[in-house]
């Protein structure tokens, strides 16, 4: 799935509504939501909703990845539950109901018995989970974003180092775009954020640069005969 895709308003539906890999330093921050006027004129109010993230990006759905850090049940008609994600930048939250029965019952699954920070790291879990951003605002206007998934999978420790790998890459290519002042929706990031996207680019890059430096490490030496 290719990231650029999703910010292509010109594009089909299929091509623009792929999934955009990103960190929860990005995603927490992008709670803003739009629709794209050519699908207001194509589809009505039909037409799919896109989040405005502070790197200029229209987002209309992610893959995420971490660290499995707490699942709880939080409403028990319809059955719910949220599970806290941590990736290499901070944490995410992912939210499953009635509509999402599938995850919900990965979930019921990996719901411990106990607490999951005294878990060893051999018994973490590391989930994958493609889905739509959600935001809710509280009575205090503050918005918070979470993602309702598609899908919600358990996956390796190898499977994590390769998306954290190409997250930090597809980040910072929107940060330098964003920077540069060719992202799709620039403008209205400025506009709607006060957020510094410089905090985006200091989070990502050590990642990126620890990819690229074990990359480059030569071959361990053959052993003396």
């Not at 292509?8 to 995603?27: C, D, I, L, V």
């Not at 709880?72 to 939210?95: E, L, Q």
């Not at 990996?110 to 879990?125: I, K, M, N, Q």
């Amino acid at each position: 799935m290719s990231d650029n895709d999703t910010n292509n308003s010109n594009g089909s539906q299929r091509e623009r509504n792929k999934a955009t890999r990103m960190f929860a330093t990005e995603f927490n921050e992008s709670n803003t939501e739009f629709k794209m006027p050519a699908d207001i004129e194509s589809d009505g109010d039909r037409a799919p909703n896109y989040y405005l993230t502070p790197t200029g990006a229209g987002v209309h759905r992610v893959l995420m990845m971490g660290t499995l850090m707490e699942v709880a049940k939080v409403n028990d008609s319809p059955t719910t539950y949220r599970a806290k994600i941590r990736d290499a930048t901070g944490v995410f939250y992912v939210y499953a109901g009635q509509y999402d029965p599938e995850t919900v019952s990965v979930l019921e699954e990996l719901a411990p018995d106990g607490d999951r920070e005294e878990l060893t790291a051999s018994e973490v879990e590391h989930v994958m989970v493609m889905g739509k951003p959600n935001s809710y605002t509280t009575d205090r206007g503050q918005t918070y974003v979470s993602v309702e998934p598609e899908f919600l999978l358990v996956s390796d420790a190898g499977t994590r180092e390769r998306w954290t790998a190409e997250a930090a890459k597809f980040t910072l290519e929107r940060v330098q775009a964003y920077e540069n002042g060719t992202a799709p929706f620039d403008s209205e990031a400025d506009q709607q954020y006060e957020f510094d996207v410089s905090i985006i680019r200091d989070d990502v890059e050590p990642i990126a640069e620890d990819f690229i430096s074990a990359d480059e490490e030569p071959d361990a030496a053959p052993a003396p005969v």
